[in-house]
């Protein structure tokens, strides 16, 4: 299973994927930057992913060892298993009822399962 990465943990994810390899102390001065984080919150949440093994800290350089594509994907896997009991078409369903699709992304959507099949 894929390791659980948490909303505020992405956000610093989103830092990191941009930013990699970075040293402890330059992402700590972007989180507090764009995050309002304190040094030790950024250096708690580093100590967390890396025993989850979702980045790596060495030598106080940080970089990820999931991409943010395998995290979003985890994540969607999740709340399908969870909201629509793992029913493509039930999110497909609903997401469709309250997002106005244009004809472009329906086409787009269509390439994609023609893909699949």
């Known amino acids: 299973m894929f390791p659980k990465v948490f909303e505020s943990e992405f956000r610093f994810c989103l ?3 941009k ?15 764009e995050l309002g984080w304190s040094r030790t919150t950024t250096y708690t949440v ?4 890396a025993e989850r093994g979702v980045v790596k800290n060495d030598n ?24 629509f009991e793992g029913s493509i ?9 309250r997002q106005k ?7 787009r959507i ?5 893909r699949e099949e």
């Open 60 to 83: 106080s350089v940080v970089t990820s060892l999931v991409s943010k594509e395998e995290v979003q994907v985890a994540e969607l896997d999740e709340m399908l298993d969870r909201t």
């Open 19 to 33: 930013n990699e390899p970075i040293s402890c102390s330059d992402i700590a001065k972007l989180c507090n930057r």
């Open 101 to 107: 699709l244009s004809e472009e992304e329906i086409e």
């Open 89 to 97: 078409p039930d999110f497909i369903a609903a997401f469709a009822r």
């Open 110 to 114: 269509r390439r994609i399962i023609d």
């Open 46 to 49: 580093i100590k967390r992913l």
């Open 15 to 17: 830092i990191l994927w």
